[in-house]
């Protein structure tokens, strides 16, 4: 979940039938739009961090990653 202040957010979810996976996927990617639609007139500077943001799926898991440095923490989960 993020804060109010900042639009670093890190969410994990899991379908319960893993067919639907790519769906929570799909609406991950879809989070990254309202986020950057929330923080455009709120705090532009969020944006850049926004925009690098990660979706991806690991070990049956779909995973948003906004941060400063979502790369890094991507290659965390795919380490584990």
């Not at 879809?30 to 925009?51: A, C, M, N, S, W």
Request: glycine share 6%; proline share 2%; aromatic share 6%.
């Amino acid at each position: 979940a993020s804060s109010g202040g900042n639009a670093d957010e890190i969410s994990v979810l899991k379908a319960k039938d893993p067919s639907k996976q790519n769906e929570l996927t799909k609406k991950l990617e879809e989070r990254i739009q309202v986020r950057h639609h929330d923080f455009e007139g709120y705090k532009p500077e969020e944006l850049d961090k926004i925009d690098k943001a990660e979706v991806f799926e690991a070990g049956g898991y779909s995973i948003l990653i906004i941060a400063d440095d979502a790369a890094a923490i991507k290659d965390a989960f795919n380490n584990v």
